[in-house]
């Protein structure tokens, strides 16, 4: 079953420390990996997409990793700010449809305190 | 910023109403998606569309119903509404990033419905 597991499921950091976020696959075959943040009330937005062959990417303050042997992936946030309260959703892909399937973890909350 | 759209965003209506929600993108994306989300939990696909006059159920079951007449249209419609079907709502559409077989997708803000 393909199925993208999420830690810890939530987080409190103070702001200006760094965190990192922990995801793990079972989804096959596998085509690219995604995280995502959501704003309370909004939509998703795209931070990072990984293919097989990438094993790590970065957005500004955002730096995402990819072990496609083990199936994991993490993300890594430099030097928080209060903004970056969300939760951070990982996305996985299977490349056995043209529709290009995602499966979604369940997030992580994270909260950054001032 | 994505230019995907959902209308209305927040609705609270009672048990036994027709209701329609709205979603439209001008970004030319011929595939599009409707996911539910309840708080704290994964999205699921309950609907797709690969272009005009094309949907297909997705891995959630929803007694919703989708069409797609317009490219940029790709509204969800549910006949009776019930408590049940509280919950959010998300449309997104995809294009295709080049050779790599990767679909980046955007999302709209969202539809967050109350059945009373």
């Known amino acids: 079953k393909n199925q993208v597991e999420q830690s810890p499921q939530s987080l409190i950091i103070l702001e200006g420390k760094n965190c990192t976020l922990q995801c793990n696959y079972t989804v096959s075959p596998f085509s690219n990996l995604r995280w995502y943040k959501q704003d309370t009330g909004r939509g998703p937005v795209s931070l990072t997409i990984m293919t097989f062959s990438e094993n790590t990417k970065s957005n500004g303050r955002y730096t995402a990793t990819l072990d496609a042997d083990t199936k994991q992936s993490s993300l890594h946030i430099t030097a928080s700010q209060l903004s970056d309260s969300a939760s951070y959703i990982c996305?996985?892909?299977?490349?056995?449809?043209?529709?290009?399937?995602?499966?979604f973890g369940r997030g992580t909350q994270l909260t950054v305190w001032p | 910023e994505a230019d995907i759209y959902q209308t209305p965003r927040y609705l609270v209506i009672g048990t036994g109403k027709k209701i329609t929600l709205e979603c439209s993108q001008t970004?030319?994306?011929?595939?599009m998606y409707w996911y539910q989300q309840d708080p704290g939990m994964e999205l699921h696909l309950i609907h797709y569309?690969?272009?005009?006059?094309?949907?297909e159920k997705g891995d959630l079951s929803s007694e919703s119903t989708v069409s797609r007449i317009r490219t940029e249209h790709f509204p969800l419609t549910l006949e009776s509404a019930r408590p049940s079907h509280t919950s959010q709502y998300l449309c997104?559409?995809?294009?295709?990033?080049?050779?790599?077989?990767?679909?980046?997708?955007?999302f709209g803000p969202g539809t967050r419905l109350t059945v009373t």
């Open positions: 970004m030319g994306h011929d595939k």
């Open positions: 996305v996985v892909s299977d490349r056995g449809s043209t529709l290009g399937r995602l499966y």
């Open positions: 997104a559409s995809s294009e295709s990033l080049g050779g790599t077989g990767t679909y980046e997708q955007y």
């Open positions: 569309s690969y272009g005009v006059n094309s949907t």
